[in-house]
């Protein structure tokens, strides 16, 4: 599914997209609680999306997986189904004081997701997907940014931005694989201002046959630049983040960026194509990353 946590730190490629690993930047006391976040979503995210169970046997492994999050965060031992999460994440929780919340809206979003898709229901308007992405990606810069001893209202506000842009780039990226399989990211109330309408994607043509209409073109164009303000809205937080953080989220900030160029360059058609980021934009995203300037005032 596109419930796909947004990191403050970078990830090589994994199914679990945009969210952070234990990576060589990161510090070294730092990665037993990373890998037991990620883990903790991960595991989450296979309950939520993978295999052929029902969306009922879902919810209620979720609902389940939930009841062990509150047992390791009130210190009592969860039940044997989940050790490999739940024993580095009640350490973690101990070690670190990990709040227990934002990783129970990671498994709200991963519900809602579920019930919205098999409802085949979708987002009436951007504030009703905000609020989605505060609960699939906000948590994630907020439990990183925990771990780091950063707390100030301004700084939490710029990962909102950043983990709610990756998340929308995220699902602009994905129309070709959501679409198909019943997952509704576009906002109704921007789809009807471009003369579309939810059911418009599944009937104007075959996913990937032919160039899609210039309203849908149009309407993706205009989420890009939807994300790509929030994402610049953000991206001032590398300068409040220490030493080697800081580092990482300037690539993970010009990553995003970097796939918003690509579906620009596509003509905005991802109903058609899939742009992703691959080793050979590595030196551009370097040179970007190195240029982030911190801004003069006024």
């Known amino acids: 599914m596109s419930t796909r946590a ?14 952070p690993v234990a990576s060589w930047l990161c510090p070294p006391r730092l990665r037993p609680p990373i890998a037991a976040i990620y ?14 169970a029902s969306a009922a046997q879902r919810l209620d492994d979720l609902r389940a997986y939930r009841s062990d999050l509150a047992a390791v965060a ?8 989940w050790p490999e999460v739940f024993g580095p994440l009640a350490h973690a929780m101990h070690d670190f004081a990990l709040p227990e919340q934002l990783l129970a809206d990671l498994l709200s979003a991963f519900m809602q997701d579920i019930e919205k898709t098999r409802d085949r229901a979708g987002y009436a308007d951007r ?18 940014l925990h771990l780091y001893g950063v707390n100030d209202e ?4 710029q990962s909102d931005a950043i983990c709610s842009a990756l998340q929308l780039i995220n699902f ?28 418009s994607f599944e009937t104007f043509r075959p996913l990937g046959s032919a160039p899609a209409p210039a309203p849908a073109l149009a309407l993706v164009a205009s989420l890009a630049r939807w994300a790509r303000s929030l994402m ?28 918003l160029d690509k579906i ?23 040179w970007r990353a190195l240029r982030m300037r911190r801004q003069s005032p006024g």
Not at 6 to 19: D, G, I, Q
Not at 127 to 144: F, H, K, N, Q
Not at 174 to 194: F, I, K, T
């Open 6 to 19: 947004s990191p403050v730190v970078a990830a090589p490629p994994t199914h679990y997209e945009n969210f």
């Open 39 to 52: 883990a903790f979503a991960r595991t989450a995210d296979d309950i939520a999306d993978e295999g052929d």
């Open 74 to 81: 009130h210190g009592t031992p969860p039940s044997p189904r």
């Open 127 to 144: 504030t009703e997907l905000l609020d989605y992405c505060c609960r699939s990606a906000d948590p994630v810069g907020r439990l990183l």
């Open 154 to 157: 301004r700084s939490l506000r």
């Open 172 to 199: 602009w990226q994905d129309l070709s694989v959501d679409l198909p399989r019943g997952r509704y990211y576009l906002p109704r109330h921007d789809c009807e201002a471009h003369g579309l309408s939810g059911s």
């Open 232 to 259: 610049e809205e953000g991206a001032p937080l590398v300068h409040a983040l220490p030493g080697r953080a800081g580092w990482e989220l300037r690539f993970v900030i010009q990553g995003g960026l970097r796939i």
């Open 264 to 286: 620009e360059a596509l003509g905005c058609d991802t109903f058609a194509s899939r742009p992703t980021v691959g080793k050979a934009d590595a030196p551009l995203l370097a």
